[in-house]
């Protein structure tokens, strides 16, 4: 017979109770950290969104305003941006999300002492939903604890053969005294109507008497029967539950494992797998550089509008790869092609001299640097009514090239960078760099990928005086 450990049901309302508990405190936990990172982007975002447009917000040009603007919006986290002008007069209003609620960052534009005008940026509020969404595998592994530890109570707690048997013995010696003690209440009463009886007819005692000792040997049979009808019903049940108990304890023990030995085999398949896409070793880094065209304008382009702007491209790429390499940090660095732009994008490869060349490090920083670069020419051009798109670039090892130009084409954004490196290239870049994974992947390469999310201090004024470089040797070439 099994027997389930005491109190069980209200065991699991406690860890339903402890599992609602542990993921509110991760909601807001999370909802803290995420709050406070949108702010400080929202401040930066509006930052560089008023030194974009100081110049259009002086001369009151509406359409470069909306231009600049509409490039914010396409961030996630922006739900609307409001330009004013020092009047306190509503110039640009864009946003996909006009009527969201969330948090405004306002701040004023200034050009000297002179106020020309201000910015506000609403960030939209962060769902629960998306939250929980995003830490589901934490949410999971959590059930799934809550709900091993209820059925190792359930096991664990179950009272044992010897408890079973003591129990057994007790409600035995509970049933004999309650027995016991009709059998003597039902005596004084038939010795008390003995002695009542013999003062009227001493004939009438001897038949009550007769009739009592009758009655208290049928009483005192049958309590007798009922004892040993209860050791033998007692001593069946306990061997019975003994059987069930060794029996559910051996299966229960089989069970155990058998999962164990899957989740042993499962685990080394899965570590030898990430191993092999993980620690692959390469001396060379490829830059693959694409246009963010949605659609499809370069194509559409006249060639004697499309072959200028692309030489344009080709030239800002070579210039920015031979300023870089010139760079101490990149020692031991050195260009395997000549990069070319044409209308699927460049393609740059770098290859390491020696085993202490950064050669990862040096793809991640011409990326970045020509994404600068792109953004300057692209910002100049729109200014001046002339054709130009934004880029995007991936970085990879030469493993993975195929791998990153897919990545590039369906999960790439404009002006963003995607890395696809082993592990001892991220190691490489781990000290000027930060990384972060992409939002919901649903691959292995896009699990694998990383996305350029800044940079240190010395990382980002490095790059800055070698965009300065690169500009001023266009500009005296021309």
């Known amino acids: 017979m099994m027997y389930l450990a005491p109190r069980q049901g209200l065991f699991a309302i406690i860890i339903l109770v402890s599992f609602c508990l542990q993921t509110l405190l991760l909601v807001i936990s999370t909802d803290q950290q995420l709050t406070k990172s949108r702010a400080q982007k929202g401040e930066q975002m509006v930052a560089q969104l008023i030194d974009e447009s100081r110049l259009s917000l002086e001369n009151k040009d ?17 739900a609307r941006i409001l330009i004013k002008d020092n009047n306190d007069d509503l110039l640009v209003p864009v ?7 969330g948090d405004t960052i306002s701040q004023i534009a200034t050009k000297g002492d002179a106020v020309i005008g201000s910015v506000a940026l609403t960030l939209k509020d962060i769902s629960k939903g998306e939250i929980i969404t995003m830490q589901w595998p ?27 048997n003591a129990l057994s013995h007790d409600i035995q010696d509970l049933h004999r005294e309650q027995y016991l003690q009709v059998g003597q209440r039902a005596n004084n009463r038939q010795s008390s109507e003995q002695t009542n009886e013999q003062t009227n007819d001493q004939a009438n005692d001897q038949v009550n008497d007769s009739k009592t000792t009758v009655s208290t040997a049928a009483i005192h049979d049958e309590l007798n029967a009922y004892l040993r009808t209860q050791q033998t019903q007692g001593t069946t049940t306990d061997s019975n539950a003994v059987n069930a108990t060794n029996h559910n304890a051996t299966s229960s023990m089989q069970n155990q494992a058998n999962s164990r030995s899957d989740d042993s085999s499962s685990h080394k398949v899965s570590s030898s797998g990430s191993k092999l896409s993980a620690a692959r070793a390469f001396d060379s880094v490829n830059v693959q550089i694409m246009f963010h065209d949605e659609y499809n304008m370069l194509e559409r382009l006249a060639p004697e509008m499309r072959m200028p702007y692309l030489a344009l491209c080709t030239q800002l790429l070579n210039q920015a790869l031979i300023e870089l390499l010139k760079q101490p940090l990149l020692l031991g660095v050195s260009a395997v092609n000549e990069p070319q732009f044409n209308e699927r994008g460049a393609f740059a490869e770098l290859k390491a001299d020696n085993g202490h ?4 490090l040096a793809g991640v920083m011409l990326g970045k640097l020509y994404l600068m670069l792109n953004k300057i020419i692209h910002d100049k051009h729109i200014e001046l009514s002339r054709f130009a798109l934004p880029a995007k670039v991936g970085v990879s090892d030469s493993a993975q090239t195929e791998a990153i130009t897919q990545l590039l084409q369906s999960v790439g954004k404009k002006e963003q960078m995607l890395i696809l490196l082993p592990n001892a290239g991220l190691k490489q870049i781990s000290n000027h760099i930060q990384v972060q994974s992409l939002e919901r992947p649903t691959t292995v390469y896009e699990r694998e990928c990383a996305v350029f999310d800044g940079g240190n201090d010395a990382m980002i004024q490095r790059l800055t005086d070698v965009r300065n470089a690169v500009l001023m ?3 005296e070439d021309q």
């Not at 509406?62 to 922006?78: C, F, G, P």
């Not at 946003?95 to 609620?101: I, L, S």
Request: net charge positive; glycine share 6%; aromatic share 10%.
């Open 473 to 475: 040797t266009e500009n």
């Open 138 to 164: 934490f949410v999971i592994g959590s059930l799934f604890l809550h709900l091993l530890l209820w059925l190792l109570y359930g096991y664990i707690a179950r009272p044992t053969k010897e408890q079973i």
């Open 95 to 101: 946003g996909n999300a006009p009527m969201q609620q």
């Open 357 to 360: 060349a950064k050669v990862a």
């Open 62 to 78: 509406r359409v470069s305003l909306s231009v600049i603007a509409n490039r914010y919006t396409s961030e996630q986290d922006v």
